[in-house]
C-alpha cells in the first residue's frame, strides 16, 4: 500500500525556519516526481515546489523561492522542505504527494507562522 | 502563471441527480510532449485530496465510473452522473503542464 506521512510541523515565529519531512512507504522514491503542495486554513490549494527522481531538477512558485529548498533521499524513501524566513502567509497545511501532477497524497501537516 | 477558474464554486445537487462542473485554464494546456495535464482533484471534508481525474479524462484507480472528465483547448467539464452522499466535497481542478502548476478555487458540492 503506497502511503506517505508527513512530520515536522508545528508553531514557528515569523522568521524562524523549520524542516518538513515525508517518509514514504509501499513503494520506491527514486521512481517518482514528488511534490510539496500547501492548503491555508480555510483556502484552496497552491503547488508549492516539486523534483524530478534523481533530483536534478527542482521547481518553487514565486512566494517561496529563495526560502524554501526542497530535497530528497530515495536511499531512505524521504522526501524533505526546508522552510526559512517564514512569513504568517505561509501558515497552512503542507502535503507532499508523489508523481508529476500528485497521484497519491499525504495526510499534511500543520505549520503554523505566528508571533 | 495560468490561471484556472471553475463555475460554479457552489453547487448544491439532489441525491441521484447529476451534477457538471466547468473549469476553464487561461492559455492552451497543451505539454510540448502531447499530453494535456488537466487533473480533477476531491477534497472531502478533513480529508487529503484525492485525485480522480487525470489528463483531461483518465479515471484513477478506484475512482467510481460515475465521474467523467472531458474538454479541450482551454476549457473542461467533470461530470457525476448520479450524485452519492459520499461525494460531498470541494473540486478542484488543476493543470500540470506549465509551471508553476496552479489549481482552480475549488467547487463545494453539497446535497440539497
Known amino acids: 500500500e503506497v502511503q506517505m506521512v508527513e512530520s515536522g510541523g508545528g508553531l514557528v515565529q515569523p522568521g524562524g525556519s523549520l524542516r518538513l519531512s515525508c517518509a514514504a512507504s509501499g513503494f520506491s522514491l527514486s521512481s517518482h516526481w514528488m511534490n510539496w503542495v500547501r492548503q491555508a486554513p480555510g483556502k484552496g490549494l497552491e503547488w508549492v515546489a516539486n523534483?524530478?527522481?534523481?533530483?536534478?531538477?527542482?521547481n518553487y512558485v514565486d512566494s517561496v523561492k529563495g526560502r524554501f529548498t526542497i530535497s530528497r533521499d530515495n536511499a531512505k524513501n524521504s522526501l524533505f522542505l526546508q522552510m526559512n524566513s517564514l512569513r504568517a502567509e505561509d501558515t497552512a497545511v503542507y502535503y507532499c504527494a508523489r508523481g508529476r501532477v500528485g497521484v497519491d497524497w499525504g495526510q499534511g501537516t500543520l505549520v503554523t507562522v505566528s508571533s | 502563471d495560468v490561471v484556472m477558474t471553475q463555475s460554479p464554486l457552489s453547487l448544491p445537487v439532489t441525491l441521484g441527480q447529476p451534477a457538471s462542473i466547468s473549469c476553464r485554464s487561461s492559455q492552451s494546456l497543451v505539454h510540448s510532449d502531447g499530453n494535456i495535464y488537466l487533473n480533477w482533484f476531491q477534497q472531502r471534508p478533513g480529508q487529503s485530496p484525492r485525485r480522480l481525474i487525470n489528463?483531461?479524462?483518465n479515471r484513477d484507480s478506484g475512482v467510481p465510473d460515475r465521474f467523467s472528465g472531458s474538454g479541450s483547448g482551454t476549457d473542461f467539464t467533470l461530470k457525476i452522473s448520479r450524485v452519492e452522499a459520499e461525494d460531498v466535497a470541494v473540486y478542484y481542478c488543476m493543470q500540470g503542464t506549465h509551471w508553476p502548476f496552479t489549481f482552480g478555487p475549488g467547487t463545494k458540492v453539497d446535497i440539497k
Open positions: 523534483i524530478k527522481q534523481d533530483g536534478s531538477e527542482k
Open positions: 489528463r483531461v479524462s
